[in-house]
């Protein structure tokens, strides 16, 4: 097979289970390079613990996972990855700059940090638009400013996939568009995953969407049926339809299309 060929992502009957409790289950996705797939679900779905499984921080009851046609464990360092929750202390006292170059932490070659590595952060700050905030203090920020250092951190680590879980829970409605906008751009160039819990936010930015109940409910288009919305969030899909850019779901009464 050409490596061109080889997907970013492919998961086949995936189980995971925490003592003994199933919160995954029979997972099959496939995510070709390139691609940008949003996960959506309600809390506890699961989604996190995908992007852990897929990171290889948690070992599957049953099924296989492969990052690039090899093991997790063997290519982690191809992901980047931006976690939920990154709460900082407000006078934790790291600097910018510091926690976008621990990006290089597994990658330098000494015990010191090289000038290449100094370099690689550096571009990492200019793409993510954050090298300003260089030498501020990372508590300080706000939350938007602290989830581009987060993405400019992923970057350092020189990845071809990124995955961001929940990015922009702490960030203000104003920032999230700009944010979304850096996203797209970096797909231009890495595949992502974006999982959130918002459907309307990220269904405007995504190439595709799945949603993740336990199981996996993948669409091959940014078409998702009212029966799966419903299947999600055990709610009629009117409740929430108003949030939803028209072209996720197919026409139905009380939707004006823009
Ligand atoms: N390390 C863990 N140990 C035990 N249970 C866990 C662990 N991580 C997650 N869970 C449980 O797995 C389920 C899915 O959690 P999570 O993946 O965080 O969902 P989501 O990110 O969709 O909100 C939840 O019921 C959660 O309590
Ligand atoms: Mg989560």
Redesign the pocket.
């Known amino acids: 097979m050409n490596d061109n060929d080889i997907p970013a992502i492919e998961i086949s009957n995936l189980y995971v289970a925490?003592?003994g409790?199933l919160?995954l289950e029979d997972i099959n996705l496939t995510v070709e390079k390139g691609d940008y797939l949003g996960i959506i679900?309600?809390?506890?779905?699961?989604?996190?613990?995908?992007l852990r499984t897929i990171l290889g921080l948690i070992v599957p009851e049953r099924g296989t996972i492969k990052v690039l046609g090899h093991s997790p464990q063997d290519n982690h360092e191809q992901i980047g990855y931006v976690p939920?929750y990154a709460l900082f202390d407000r006078y934790f006292p790291v600097k910018v700059g510091e926690v976008v170059l621990m990006g290089r932490l597994g990658k330098r070659k000494g015990l010191s940090y090289s000038r290449q590595d100094r370099q690689i952060a550096e571009q990492a700050l200019q793409r993510a638009g954050v090298e300003h905030l260089k030498n501020r203090q990372i508590g300080e920020l706000s939350g938007g400013e602290r989830q581009r250092v987060l993405v400019a951190r992923a970057l350092a680590t020189e990845p071809s996939i990124l995955l961001l879980?929940e990015p922009t829970a702490s960030v203000d409605p104003g920032f999230q568009v700009t944010f979304y906008e850096l996203l797209a751009e970096l797909n231009e160039s890495m595949t992502i995953i974006l999982?959130s819990h918002d459907i309307s936010a990220v269904s405007r930015y995504v190439k595709r969407l799945a949603c993740?109940n336990q199981r996996l409910f993948c669409s091959d288009s940014l078409e998702i049926t009212k029966e799966m919305v419903e299947e999600m969030y055990h709610c009629p899909v009117d409740l929430i339809a108003h949030g939803i850019p028209h072209r996720v779901l197919p026409a139905h009464e009380g939707v004006v299309e823009h």
């Open positions: 925490f003592d409790n919160v679900g309600p809390n506890g779905g699961g989604k996190s613990t995908l939920q879980d999982v993740l």
